[in-house]
């Protein structure tokens, strides 16, 4: 089993950053695909980005390429966020989420493919 903890949201103004973290525990997070998703409300729950277990493949919404980047750290068990030039409409609930999906593929874009979610973390963006 494992935990998820996501942290570093908040209230920004449009076009500024904020970076997202997930805590992983119980298991090492490099048995693990990980990805961001978000909600906002009254919306269905979206694919932001992914990465592969080694880091070395990524993926993200079109909606967000050249501005948020996806990282891990497996040595400090965390998969962070980087998010720049935020727009008011990327008001959401962000979740981390892991997947013990083996391929490595755009089946890391679907939410349906992953088994473990954390709490999530709110993140306002002010016109």
């Known amino acids: 089993q494992v935990q998820l903890v996501e942290s570093g949201g908040g209230l920004v103004q449009a076009g500024g950053s904020l970076r997202l973290s997930c805590a992983v525990s119980g298991r090492t997070s490099s048995s693990y695909a990980m990805g961001w998703f978000r909600q906002a409300p009254g919306k269905e729950r979206e694919f932001v980005a992914a990465i592969s277990r080694s880091g070395y493949i990524t993926y993200y919404a079109d909606s967000v390429k050249g501005r948020f980047t996806i990282s891990r750290d497996n040595a400090k068990n965390t998969v962070p966020l980087q998010m720049n030039s935020l727009k008011p409409e990327e008001t959401a609930v962000y979740y981390c989420?892991?997947?013990?999906?083996?391929?490595?593929?755009?089946?890391?874009?679907?939410?349906?493919?992953?088994?473990?979610w954390g709490q999530g973390t709110q993140v306002t963006v002010s016109s």
């Open positions: 989420a892991a997947t013990t999906l083996a391929s490595i593929s755009s089946r890391l874009m679907r939410k349906d493919e992953y088994e473990y």
